[in-house]
Every structure is written in structure tokens, then in C-alpha cells.
DNA sequence: AGCGATGGTAAGTGGCAACTTACGGTAAGT
DNA sequence: ACTTACCGTAAGTTGCCACTTACCATCGCT
């Protein structure tokens, strides 16, 4: 499973999604995401892992909490993933166009 | 729901991201696309019809085939997502190492 | 008109994933 | 040591979604 596969399926869910964005904003601790959302606090745990696996958030003990942060390296992987999708498909797109402009003078 | 969020939610299923990569790469009747992936015909066509609400696929009629391709608004909004994304978490991501940095000289 | 090909959609099903509650385990404060 | 707060995980439930089969409409060809 590629790099980017991972995080686009973590991101398909748009509470997931969302938690992501809000941390990436602004590192924070569990019951603190939990707070804000209105889903349960495992809820958020499971997402997190979620996140977590796909690369995308890391966690760092602080105390007995778990201050939860952005992981640029997941994030950068769907961004080039975007950027070389844009480019070669827009590259064939403009192929097809052309194509079909020789084709009646 | 912004436009951005349902291209999300239709490319976080592996099979229709793997059905749209391919139409990205070539224009493609549905019995064709079909013929190359390991689910029926209605499903490739249900899984075109959610990407084109997603505004990522575009189709023409050519006789009694249609011809699915990239639609370049969908992918674009995705692509500036990402990367507007990528910039100001970045910013924030760089601002927390300064500030940590700063904390402890 | 009749036929074969294409494909959208309705209807129904199975599996999975997002969620809940319950429990246990660790860290800090008193 | 006891309590309080934080959090991960197990277990169970529910709703949704990806998929199938079946049916019907449209188009092109003879």
C-alpha cells in the first residue's frame, strides 16, 4: 500500500478529517479534541490511531497526557501525490485537446 | 459542503480511486473500465456517478457509449486544498519549533 | 422493425467502519 | 497510599456503503 493510499482513506471520513485539521492548527491533547467534536472521546483515540498510522499526526507524552500534532511527512506524501497527478494529468488533458483540434482544421 | 470535502470522501474508497486514476489516464466507456477492474459494470457506474458529483469526472456521449474523463475542477480543488494546506501547517508547524527553540536557548 | 450493445437505476444483501459503553492502566497531586 | 485526570483498548451495536442481480431505456446497425 503506497504512502499517500493510506492517508487518502483516513481522510475519506469527514470527522476524521476534521480532527486532523484541527490539530494540525493547533497541537492538542485528547480529551481536549474530544471537547470540541461531538463524538466520544475513544472515538477520537480510534481516529487518531487512524491518523497516526496513515502518517499523518504524531503524539508526544506530556505528562500523562498525549499532546497530538501535525506529521508534515503523511501530509507532504498526499500533497506530491496531488501535485504529480495534476501535472501528468493535465499534461494528457492538453494531449486530448489538441488531439482532437488537429483533427478538423 | 465544500467542494474540496465530497472529492475527499469519493477518493478515500480505494476501487473508485483506482477507477478514477485510470479514466485520468485515458477516456473510457464504462464497459471498458469494466473489463479492467475485479467489480460489475453497475459498480464502476455507481462509482462514476459519485465521482462525478464530485466534479472529478466529466463524460460525453459518443454514439450509445459514454466516455468518461478527468474533470480538471475537481482535481484542482483538491490539488489547491493540499497545497494551501501544506503552506500554512507548515507555517504553524515551523512556528511551534521556533518557539520551543526560543524557550530553551 | 428487429437485434445486439451500452449503461443508468432500482432493489436487496453483506460486510465493514464509526460509534458507544465498560474496563484497565499510568501519571500527577494531596 | 489514595484520588483524580488522561487515555488506550476490548467488546458490542448500528448504520451505511460497496456490491450484486434484474430490469429497462437508448443508440447504431442490418
Known amino acids: 500500500m503506497a504512502d499517500h493510499s493510506r492517508a487518502l482513506v483516513a481522510l475519506g471520513d469527514p470527522t476524521r ?11 492538542s491533547s485528547v480529551v481536549e479534541l474530544a471537547h470540541e467534536f461531538p463524538v466520544s472521546r475513544p ?3 480510534q481516529h487518531l490511531r487512524v491518523l497516526k498510522d496513515a502518517g499523518l499526526v504524531r503524539d508526544r507524552a506530556e505528562g500523562a ?18 501535485e504529480q497527478f495534476w501535472r501528468t494529468s493535465l ?15
Do not use: M, T
Open 43 to 45: 472515538a477520537v483515540s
Open 17 to 27: 478529517r476534521a480532527i486532523f485539521e484541527r490539530v494540525a492548527s493547533r497541537p
Open 91 to 105: 499534461a494528457s488533458f492538453r494531449d486530448v485537446a489538441n488531439r482532437s483540434h488537429e483533427e478538423e482544421p
Open 65 to 82: 497526557r498525549r499532546i497530538y500534532s501535525l506529521d508534515p511527512a503523511g501530509l507532504a506524501a498526499v500533497r506530491d501525490y496531488f
